[in-house]
């Protein structure tokens, strides 16, 4: 599987997982965070999280990354974005619907760009200096972490709310 299709099939990967969170769950946060391998964010919060840093983090880098020479890229904190941005009031079909846009969006353009700009550089916050290559990968790393994230939540909803949710 080459890294465009994986980024394009993480919406639908997303999905799967958040079609197994109970509506009445979606705010749902646990007593104790212990071994989350992402942020500490409920699902929908996950969702929300997902689409902020598609749209003004990783879209953002990318064309910077292509425009400038050797951009100082900011990174974002997803605590901030949460609280400004009122998660837990969204609607998830709609959050859902502007991520799936969103990503479909950064790939179309990514497949567009000639091989002479991929060695592009920037300095990205404690990664240092990187390639937009490189700037890819780590939004497949993103992905999968809060793919981790999503499994890890449901792990605790079964065992903290007493669920059975199917492994899906």
Do not use: K
Request: hydrophobic share 40%; glycine share 8%; aromatic share 8%.
């Amino acid at each position: 599987m080459n890294i465009f299709t994986t980024l394009r099939a993480m919406p639908d990967r997303f999905e799967q997982l958040l079609a197994q969170v109970p509506g009445d769950c979606l705010n749902w946060e646990p007593a104790n965070w212990a071994g989350i391998p992402s942020e500490r964010f409920s699902a929908l919060g996950h969702l929300c999280h997902l689409l902020d840093i598609e749209t003004q983090g990783y879209q953002v880098r990318i064309q910077r990354t292509l425009d400038e020479a050797l951009p100082q890229l900011a990174s974002l904190d997803g605590y901030q974005l949460a609280q400004d941005n009122d998660y837990p009031h969204q609607d998830p079909a709609v959050q859902l619907a502007r991520f799936r846009a969103a990503r479909t969006h950064t790939v179309s353009w990514l497949q567009g760009l000639p091989p002479s700009v991929w060695g592009r550089r920037a300095q990205y916050g404690n990664y240092g200096e990187i390639t937009l290559d490189g700037l890819v990968r780590l939004l497949v790393s993103h992905d999968h972490q809060h793919l981790a994230g999503m499994q890890w939540l449901l792990m605790r909803l079964n065992a903290d709310q007493g669920l059975h949710l199917p492994l899906a």
